[in-house]
């Protein structure tokens, strides 16, 4: 499996532009994760999934921020209109409930600078 | 789920083990132990978890006391390439005994190894 794929991988927008970030699981897993990091907040949970359903968007910052799941295979999340303090790395991720370790698996983030 | 205490920042000499410390007094009985480690710009890498045995696995071992107030992740022979954040993470166990579900990250400890 190619692991949980993400992009863009750098994106680069100026102040009140639309910023969608995509992230593809890996199959057959049914939790997916958002998750942003910065230097001062650290890594903060955005919002989950679990097959396709929002559980918790206790993360999700305002309503400029949206996220959506419309398959087990992808997911978008949308920052409309983008701020300079939404510049972030944000990861996705996913797992797999059941028997095993409860791991999740991350892609490698998609940078967003927005200036 | 429980906080979870670390020190900021460790230096450890190459070749050597890395004894990683973290305080979790108010852990429930239904809460494992995780760690995970983010090396610089990439996502955050599962290592191991626990409940209440010591564990072992080809990365690391875990130590966890046995009022479960404290853990230790060991590197037997860290490497630079274990130069990287460290996170231990408390995380409620699901039905079924298994732990899945959402991941909260607090600050973590930097290991820096030297050569």
Known sequence: DAGVIQSPRHEVTEMG???TLRCKPISGHDYLFWYRQT???????LIYFNNNVPIDDSGMPEDR???????????????????PRDSAVYFCASSLAGWGTGELFFGEGSRLTVL | DAKTTQPPSMDCAEGRAANLPCNHSTI?????????RQIHSQGPQYI????????????????????R????????????????????????ANAGGTSYGKLTFGQGTILTVHP
């Open chain 1, 65 to 83: 921020f949206s996220a959506k799941m419309p398959n087990a295979s992808f997911s978008t999340l949308k920052i409309q209109p983008s701020e």
């Open chain 2, 69 to 92: 107030k404290s853990s230790t992740l060991i590197l037997p022979h860290a490497t630079l390439r274990d130069t990287a954040v460290y996170y231990c993470i408390v995380r409620v």
């Open chain 1, 17 to 19: 532009q639309e910023v």
């Open chain 1, 39 to 45: 230097m001062m907040r650290g890594l903060e949970l």
């Open chain 2, 28 to 36: 429930s009985g239904n809460e494992y132990v995780y760690w995970y």
């Open chain 2, 48 to 67: 191991i978890h626990g409940l209440k045995n010591n564990e072992t696995n080809e990365m690391a071992s875990l130590i966890i006391t046995e009022d």
